[in-house]
């Protein structure tokens, strides 16, 4: 009527590969959900905000990560020099940029 210790161990251990992978596959499937709702996503923006610090030119109105928003009077190799009023202009490294302004947006409102 009862199993004996011996019996119920040895059909256990009988199960060998497929049970230990069975167990990684919950793990897996976590690590797929994670990269494609998390890691794909980042990795697209930062390829995006490269692309748009790169392209910046002489001319071009952006705002910085600190707010500053301002027209870039200048460009070098990894800082940028930001005219943020008239006569007044900031260095700042390129990275910062958070976003680029279109032309025909206003840039700042002129009290």
């Known amino acids: 009527m009862f199993v004996t210790p011996a019996y119920a161990q040895a059909a256990a251990g009988g199960a060998g590969p497929t049970a230990a992978f069975a167990q990684f596959i919950p793990l897996i499937l976590i690590f797929a959900i994670m990269y494609f709702l998390m890691i794909r996503p980042q990795q697209k923006r930062m390829k995006q905000h490269r692309e748009m610090v790169s392209a910046l030119k002489k001319g071009d109105h952006v705002v910085t990560s600190g ?6 009077s200048s460009v070098r190799d990894d800082e940028l020099e930001v005219e943020i009023a008239t006569g007044v202009k900031v260095r700042v490294i390129r990275s910062t940029v958070s976003q680029v302004l279109n032309k025909s947006e206003p840039v700042a409102a002129n009290a």
């Open 67 to 72: 707010g500053i928003i301002g027209k870039v």
